[in-house]
């Protein structure tokens, strides 16, 4: 690929990117600041004397119009500082860099759980084509996908934890994982992530098997597949080198649209299994009104999606040559 | 082609290379379910060890009382900031008491109106600092600072004025030497301790802090505890980890090594860790699973804190959209609940007896207004809640001209249906299902009832704003019996007058509370301003609720109550932790 090109490509994006972050967050704002009730009113009790939620609503800057809170929020956006956090009192960059990490083991352990389950049941059902397998593979990824995540999420809660006492229900460690060695703690984390990773993975993992194996069924019949079989050539090195990249577009697509879903998917699934993430956070930031860290997740939330469909997009153009960048 | 390898059949290749693909995917795919299955190692480490985890719903806001709001936060914060007295709920005699602290004696001059208090001199911070008269007199300043905007800022309003009525603190709270200190109050009156019990600050951190960005610096974070523990790491909506403080002399070092508070946002999770031996402590447990733990669970036992909350249906007793009109200065009666009469009908339609025993079981009790039993000296046992009486509702109904005269079903009034919005938080599994009941008990009598759910904080800033009917809100009652908030006639005053209640004997009555020294000198008073409750039925008062603790009885020395859970938590062990430490010290 030319990298000139490319690099216009990837600048000609970033930029259409920025105008959509600014859109993005102009909407959040004001629906955020439409929903009634205010972030002091959440943050204290109706007890608290009300000269001191007066004094507070002048401190962050609420008594304002919300248009004038806008452009100072704006301004201060530019210069790259997001403000304050009402309820955690710290800034707001402070606040996601803390609980970004979090999701980004869980959305990334998520997406590498979907693309083995996924790639491999398209796989298994390809092998066994027509078979009672197949049909069951099918049938059963057609119910995952159709399956709401925070239902997927509380039966496995219910089974897997309740019932059988397999997985801890929440969090991201044990309480004695500070006694452990980095092993025992590398162990406990892995414990406490199976559920979570096992409730986003469902579903997109179900979607990926379903249009990989449709893929790879195209790509079977296809002429130079034929071709290359009359050649005599080991369909390992078939499946290697023809069948599998050709076949792989339709999940990069779905790994692409995926990013949004994962995150909203986060939101359930770090409230459910009380992970420490950016998807609680928002949750949390919502009911408290904390305005700056709803934007601040708003903002994360909205790169990341921007950012995975870029890559998808490249990945996209590596695997299947007939899309090329425009001139 | 391939003509130098070995023949073989190729379906049977290709087969078995795609299962080893299938199997290594499927392998990689289990290998950490199967790898997080090791485990209990570092369980019976820890249980080894004299440390106790309590479960919380939602993390803490801040480690600075100044601005600590949230609950958790403030039972925390007294493990870190001692005050100059500590409090004792007498539960005989239904009082608070003092005991010294910080203070280690105190004595009253000028009619009552100072008190000289004597710290303790051995007394240090954890980063060594010694403890002095100076951190009293600037904890004080900040709580009264307006730039501030402490939460505590109302509990120094009792102090000394100066002429002009602004408040000095450093004329109210007078520094005589670093181990003296005297407060100056504007009267004699019951609370002067507890108001001088606030939590103190270390100057030597919080006096160069910015005021009007106080919230947002360190000390909300990081606290410098001088009490019986320390904070040793917060992660937020994770857990936070406080240890013995072994510089601690108000009271003492912790007994136990370490207190974990675990936050675990759903309550299954929480009862489950509990049963599992993860969680020692399980604050507010549902009475199903209290009594059912009570029966079956000899590891756990149950501990009541006190009826010190109650719930009632608020009506508000003025039109809201004549007073939002007005802006607050016309008061037209509520054309459904603007009589004594038609409140005291909807009370005697509900049964509140079944609520109590279905719901609440042992843990509640009928409330005839809103002093809680637990104020022995002042709670008026000689009345008894109303009757659940539908056909006397129906009678006085009838008398106030509610009739059925189109037959729909409902009753009607100048061409007006008895109908009515009944507002409830969302969130609250009990008061939804008590709205459902209302709502039932209320159709009988020929009463429409819809039920709304509002979001929490929209619900209460509603309820200030007098915008709703009628709402099932619940309230905890103060320690020291001060009630102007709720009572009082002047609404601008009493903001949580939901029902705009106006009456001027009560008004009397609280107003004579200013005027006494001990708060028992008061009781006969606060019997009366009950039964004048009862008369006009302002609320239907529902249930005294007991919130119930689950704790682990391999924990001892608790003194959980209406003073907190984790009260005098310093003092707790794990199970022959004590005869152990007897042993060491000989």
Redesign the interface.
Known sequence: MNIHRMGKFITKKAASAVVLLFGLMTIIFVIAHAA???PV????????????GQ??RH?FGLDQSVFLQYLRWLENALKGNFG?SF????PVVD?LM??FPNTALLALSAIG?EI??G??LG??AV?YQNSWLDRIINNASLVAYTLPTFWVGLMF?ALF??AL???P?????????E??SVA?RC??L?????LPVLTIAVSGAAGIARYFRASLLTVQNAEYVTYARS??I???DI?LFYELPNSIAPVITILGLEIGTLLAGAVVTE??F?W?GIG??AV?AMLS?DYPLILGCTLVSGIVVIVGNLIADLLYMYVDPRIRLPV | MNGDRPMRNPEQGDKTFFIKIQCSLVLAALVSVLGGCSQKKGQETANANTQVVIALEGDIDSFNPLFAEDVAAGEINDLFFPGLTTSRFDTVLGVLEYEPSLAKSWEYENGNKDIRFHLQTNARWQDSTKMKAKDVEISYELYADTSVASIRQASVDGLRRTSSGSLDVSKAVEVVDDSTILFHFDHPYPGQLFDAGLPILPSHVFQNLPRTSMREQGPSRQPLSAGPFVLKSWKPLEEIVITSNPLSVVPHSAKLSEVIFRIIPDYHSRLMQLRAGEVDVLPYIEVEDALELAHKNMSIRIVPLGERFYDAINWNSIDPEEYQRSKGKVLRPHYLFGTARVRKALTLAINRKEIVDSYLRSYGKEAIGPISPLFRWAYNDTLKPLPFDPSLASKLLYEEGWRDTDGDGVLEKDARKFSFALRIPAGNQLRATIASIVQRQLSAMKIRVTIEQVERSVFWSDLMEKKFDACIAGFSVPLQLQLDEWWSSDLERSRFNLTSFRNKRVDEILAGTRRIVKETDHANAWKEFQTILQDEQPCTFLYWMNDLVAVNTRIQGIEMGILGIAYHAGDWYVGDQRADDKAQSK
Do not use: C, W
């Open positions: 009634p009730g205010d009113s959440a943050m204290i009790s109706p007890k608290t004397p009300a000269s001191v004094e507070l401190q304050f309820s955690y009192q710290r606040v803390s609980f759980l083995i389950l790639v491999a796989i298994l092998s809660l934890s309740y006492g397999l997985f229900s929440s969090q991201m460690n044990s309480v004695e994982a006694q452990l025992g162990l406990d892995v414990k406490h992530l199976i050649l005599g080991k369909k390992r499946f409230t459910i009380a420490p609680r956070l949390l009104r």
